[in-house]
């Protein structure tokens, strides 16, 4: 408003063009529920604030910090105290579902994007976790895909829920990639799983190194817990070296 009086509010100036009215109550419509506000009017013409417009940002925003929220596990309840103490009339769980509907969408589009150039290094993890399935609740194999190009850039190939890591599970997520564009690796990088090494070489053609991590993950869990420090500032000294003489020197 202060620019298009030219003058801040109750200011006096030589230079103001117009004069505040007063307001008008509007209700902005959101995705995720109705906003009580206060427009104010002028003498002179109209004013209409630009964030009211069809998708700004403010909205834009408001339904990324709903989505946010459900991502983290938050109830839709919680959602809907949340919509509320930001002044809006509160949302329902139609609402919310709709709402991530769009987050699916973009998930979706973000994991069948075609992948283009040489992948030369490809880093294969998996997690296990409890989801529900047919009304009952069941362990299954998070499986992540990490990839650096050859200009150095590191992405998120593929992310995906498989009920174990056979080999053939691990060879179907394999094939998905390569379907999308996947090609030029020289080098997957993983813990020692069997099935997946097998799939490695079988699918891509690959070399295979074991993960620093996993296997000092899985080295501390033999060593006691009071010679673990120890044993993990040596085995760390060990991979700065330079070249494989200095390493097996160690």
Known sequence: MAAVCVAAYGERSADRENQRNGYRPRQWDTRAGTIGLNIPKLRKGSYFPTFLEPRRTAEKALM?????AYIHGVSTRAVDDLVRAMGLTGTSKSQVSRLCEEIDERVHAFLNRPLEGDWPFLWLDATYGKLRE?????????????????????????????????????????????????????????????????????VLGAGWQ???VHFQRNLLARVSKTHKPVVSAVVKTVFAEKDRDQAHAR
Do not use: Y
């Open 64 to 68: 990324a910090v709903i989505q946010e």
């Open 134 to 202: 047919g009304g009952r609740i069941v362990s299954m194999a998070v499986i992540v895909a990490v990839a650096v190009n050859t200009d150095g850039r590191r992405e998120i190939l593929g992310i995906t829920v498989m009920p174990s890591e056979a080999e053939t599970f691990w060879a179907d997520f394999l094939r998905s990639l390569t379907r999308r564009g996947l090609r030029g690796v020289q080098l997957v990088i993983s813990d020692a799983h069997e099935g997946l090494k097998a799939a490695a070489r079988k």
């Open 210 to 212: 074991r993960c620093r």
